[in-house]
């Protein structure tokens, strides 16, 4: 069994990984937009936006994920936790490439 200290590392590292993934995936101009912190939190807060919202009760073996909406979840997060404001029409890009992590990485 892992130590907490080698969950930990674990996590990181899948982290820097889910980033490098994104950033791959992102449109040219929306590369150099976010920082490695602003990613980590719209990571965090889209596993946020999955378990408020019930998706990962589920049982359906494929789940409807509906990108606007998470996109505006984001939106209206940033807005509450005082961060600078994310614009849908470009985070929805992030929001993509984390789906497509994910389904990767199953």
Do not use: H
């Not at 930990?8 to 889910?18: A, I, P």
């Amino acid at each position: 069994m892992a130590s907490i200290d080698e969950e930990l590392l674990q996590d990181m590292e899948e982290t820097r990984r889910e980033i490098a993934f994104i950033r791959e995936q992102l449109p040219t101009d929306l590369k150099e937009l976010y920082s490695d912190a602003q990613l980590e939190w719209i990571i965090d807060t889209i596993a946020t936006y999955f378990y408020e919202s019930g998706i990962l009760e589920s049982n359906d073996d494929e789940v409807d994920v509906d990108i606007d909406e998470v996109s505006d979840y984001l939106c209206r997060q940033a807005v509450a936790e005082g961060m600078p404001k994310l614009q849908a029409d470009e985070v929805r890009f992030v929001v993509e490439a984390d789906l497509d992590f994910q389904e990767a990485n199953i």
